[in-house]
Structures are given as C-alpha cells and as structure tokens.
C-alpha cells in the first residue's frame, strides 16, 4: 500500500510562486521516487481534472499547456519525494493540486492541496 502526501499549497499573490511537494509515507511499501510515472494533476473551480506535469522514469517530464514554462518538477532522492516548482502564478492557477504516481498498472494518488493566486 502507498500513500502520497502533498504539501506546499497556500495562498499566494498573483505572480508568486509556491513549490508542491510530495512524499509517500514512511509506511509505504515503495517510493515515490522509484515508481514508473510521478506526476501533477490540478482541478480548477468548474473545470475536470487535468495534467499538470507528468514524468516518466524513462523520459522527461511533460507539461499541460497551459503551464507554458512557468512550472518544473524536480525528484529528490535523498529525501524521497518530488516537487512542483510553479513561477509567475496567476489567479487561473487557482485549484486543488493533487500527486500522483503509477507502478505497473497501479495509480496512486494525494488527497490534493489547495493553491490559491490572489489577484
């Protein structure tokens, strides 16, 4: 069983940034950090769940166009656990940040964290 555990979301002010982060727990019987695809989904107000990054362990990390090079995902092995980097926030940016990762045909998935942009 693997837990994810975000952290990281607030409020901030448009043009800020906020770093995501995520983590499975220590009881988790893997690590983020191991799993075949790591990611970020969002759920903006009125909108559907969408790609936010996503990154597999055999390739580069991907971005949803709306991101338009303002967010990065990082891996930190020694800490297991990956980030979001998000820059130039904007108040469409704000929604429900959720981690996410898969091994084999297993998805895992955070209880999300809010990100607010006030304008």
């Known amino acids: 069983q693997v837990q994810l555990m975000e952290s990281g979301g607030g409020l901030v002010q448009a043009g800020g940034f906020l770093i995501l982060s995520c983590t499975s727990s220590?009881?988790?019987?893997?690590?983020?950090?191991?799993?075949?695809?790591v990611g970020w989904y969002r759920q903006t107000p009125g909108s559907e769940r969408e790609v936010v990054a996503v990154w597999p362990r055999s390739g580069t990390s991907t971005y949803g166009d709306f991101v338009k090079g303002r967010f990065t995902m990082s891996k930190d092995f020694n800490n297991y656990s990956q980030r979001l980097h998000m820059l130039r926030l904007t108040p469409e940016d704000t929604g429900v940040y959720y981690c996410?990762?898969?091994?084999?045909?297993?998805?895992?998935w955070g209880q999300g964290t809010q990100v607010t942009v006030s304008s």
């Open positions: 220590e009881k988790s019987s893997e690590k983020i950090v191991d799993m075949d695809t």
């Open positions: 996410y990762a898969k091994n084999g045909r297993q998805a895992y």
